[in-house]
């Protein structure tokens, strides 16, 4: 079911039990658009609450360590939040990136155990503000993928998930045009080919993100390639989430 549009919510640092209401919302609503996947990814302290929860959206974490378990104080293992229901991994965020240093050899280290685990994986990429302005972004973010993807893929592609979320789009309110988001992940889907083969490439969603919104969505999931949206902010309320949902499938209708 790979060719459905993905969309998923990234909760961030947000939400404590009270927020298992609005998760239930999501699901519910969620049953009403087959047509689109949709999935959340809370903080790992309510991933197992949230599964309980879902009958119809997928649950998965925001990050995870690249070992199998061990001394790694405060660290969580892809086994682990795939014991408490996650069923896909969310790497690479720029977050993770800037605040935890993170570079892409160990976003790719974290991939190996998440696939190892038996959970899918969502790889980040994108690039920040003067890379944009000086004319290197696309370079920017090859590169990235080159280093935090395998050289090949045990499946068709269907574990995988790329998102380009250019940096300064992230919590700001500013969106990426649609000419850039085309010419983008047109070069992702050209590099994923070539590394990849085509119906890998074919296989691997390439979902869009920052500052996706109710009212921005139809436009930004209409473009060549975008095949979902990956969502912070608007994924805390229900009705903004859903109807980002709903933008996704009124064009997969079309
Ligand atoms: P935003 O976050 O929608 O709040 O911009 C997107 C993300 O960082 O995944």
Redesign the pocket.
């Known amino acids: 079911m790979s060719n459905r549009p993905y969309i998923v919510g990234?909760w961030k640092m947000n939400g404590t039990r009270a927020m298992l209401s609005e998760a239930r919302t999501i699901d519910r609503a969620a049953q009403r658009y087959m047509k689109v996947e949709v999935a959340v990814a809370p903080p790992f302290t309510l991933i197992h609450a949230v599964h309980k929860e879902a009958e119809q959206i997928g649950v998965g974490a925001q990050d995870c360590h690249p070992g199998e378990d061990g001394a790694h104080t405060g660290d969580i293992s892809a086994t682990m939040v795939s014991d408490a229901g996650a069923k896909f991994v969310i790497l690479g965020?720029s977050e993770r990136r800037q605040n935890h240093g993170e570079d892409s050899a160990m976003v790719l280290a974290k991939l190996h155990a998440a696939l190892n685990a038996g959970i899918n994986a969502i790889i980040c990429c994108g690039e920040p503000e003067d890379v944009r302005v000086a004319g290197d972004a696309e370079k920017y973010v090859l590169d990235q993928l080159r280093a935090s993807l395998p050289e090949k893929l045990d499946d068709a592609g269907e574990r995988l998930t790329v998102a380009y979320?250019p940096i300064w789009?992230?919590?700001t309110g500013r969106v990426a045009t649609v000419e850039d988001i085309e010419a983008m992940h047109g070069a992702i889907y050209a590099f994923l080919k070539a590394r990849f083969g085509e119906e890998a490439a074919q296989g691997i969603r390439i979902l869009y993100?920052?500052?996706?919104k109710p009212e921005n969505a139809r436009e930004i999931l209409a473009v060549p390639h975008v095949g979902g949206a990956?969502?912070?902010?608007?994924s805390l309320s229900a009705d903004s989430f859903m109807n980002i949902a709903l933008a996704a499938g009124e064009i997969e209708e079309q």
């Open positions: 990234n965020h979320e789009a992230i919590g993100g920052g500052s996706v990956l969502v912070g902010g608007a």
